[in-house]
């Protein structure tokens, strides 16, 4: 898509928004129009507000003057998280200069418009109009780094993991692989020991390797990938010992390939050679599948066109009960 399309494309959507925020407030009654004119504008001490969408978007729409660039994406991620219940009362919320003109929460009074909640904001009037230069310059706090502020001390990792973990199965089932904080952290919680278990499994298939095709890490996410769709753990740590070994169990076995394929991008100067992480990924996943049915193999390819390669193990390899 060019740039001037894409433009034009930006521009049609911020219009429906506008629209759409628009026509809610006109839906607003005499009460609601009373409580939007009562918090805006007045020096009162920093008080939490109960917004409906319809206050929200009248707030939006009379008082949303000079302010940074409307980014319609973000409105729909954060109404997204609003529906999802995963909406927080915290410090942030929206805040006035003392001419009545919104200085900050443009996206978040959007987002409750059309989002059909009702939210509890802070709400903070007063601002001088050079004091919005010191707002928004800390970064946002992480799921990994919350969870090792709630005692998990791997938590980081975890998280990368349970990140992984959640997007490799998005893509499989065709899905949007955006997820929140809140997301990645409730998943990375309740499957803790899964988690946990792969990190070891991948870890240890480095151990006494001298050159390994793939580095810890990228073996405990190839691991942690595999132990979320129920693959037996003996298979997991024979499969990544074989292939980061480049050993075969049986004559033309995917392990020789594939450790050969991703030696040559790991050691490789030139372009063509080199593999994407999600690509070395799905073409772990294909090739224990091969290994795990004892099939040989003379290449070993993978592309987006075939379909995502599963991450659940297949009935015919479980044991039969």
């Given at each position: 898509m060019s740039e001037s399309t894409k433009e034009v494309v930006e521009t049609a959507a911020l219009s429906a928004l506008r629209e759409e925020i628009e026509a809610i407030a006109k839906l607003a009654t005499s009460v609601d129009r009373k409580k939007a004119n009562s918090i805006i504008g007045k020096e009162l001490p920093p008080t939490f507000v109960e917004l409906l969408p319809t206050i929200a978007a009248l707030v939006f729409v009379n008082a949303n003057g000079v302010n940074r660039g409307l980014s319609v994406a973000r409105i729909r991620n954060y109404c997204d998280d609003m529906k999802r219940g995963e909406w927080r009362k915290n410090h942030q919320g929206v805040a006035f200069y003392s001419n009545k003109r919104m200085a900050d929460g443009q996206h978040r009074m959007a987002a409750v418009a059309i989002?059909?909640?009702?939210?509890?904001?802070?709400?903070?009037?007063g601002m001088e109009e050079d004091s919005i230069d010191t707002?928004?310059?800390?970064?946002?706090r992480t799921a990994g780094e919350s969870l090792v502020m709630k005692g998990m001390g791997n938590g980081k990792l975890l998280a990368k993991a349970g990140k992984e973990v959640m997007q490799y199965s998005a893509k499989v089932e065709g899905r949007s692989d955006r997820f929140t904080d809140i997301q990645i952290e409730t998943f990375t919680v309740?499957?803790?020991?899964?988690?946990?278990?792969?990190?070891?499994?991948?870890?240890?298939?480095?151990?006494?390797?001298?050159?390994?095709?793939?580095?810890?890490?990228?073996?405990?996410?190839?691991?942690?990938?595999?132990v979320s769709g129920g693959w037996h753990i003996y298979l997991i740590e024979a499969f990544l010992s074989s292939l980061q070994r480049g050993v075969a169990t049986y004559p033309e076995a995917p392990?020789?390939?594939?450790?050969?394929?991703?030696?040559?991008?790991?050691?490789?100067?030139?372009?063509?050679?080199?593999?994407?992480?999600?690509?070395?990924?799905?073409?772990?996943?294909?090739?224990?599948?091969?290994?795990?049915?004892?099939?040989?193999?003379?290449?070993?390819?993978?592309?987006?066109s075939e379909g995502v390669p599963t991450n659940v193990m297949p009935d015919d390899i479980k044991p039969k009960s």
């Open positions: 989002s059909g909640t009702t939210q509890t904001m802070l709400l903070v009037n707002v928004d310059r800390s970064t946002r309740a499957n803790r020991d899964l988690l946990q278990h792969g990190l070891a499994i991948g870890e240890d298939s480095t151990h006494n390797v001298t050159d390994p095709c793939l580095t810890r890490a990228d073996a405990q996410m190839v691991a942690c990938i595999l392990t020789t390939f594939l450790s050969k394929l991703l030696m040559r991008s790991k050691l490789s100067d030139r372009r063509k050679d080199v593999i994407p992480k999600f690509d070395q990924k799905a073409l772990c996943l294909k090739a224990l599948d091969l290994w795990a049915h004892n099939m040989s193999v003379t290449k070993l390819k993978w592309s987006l």
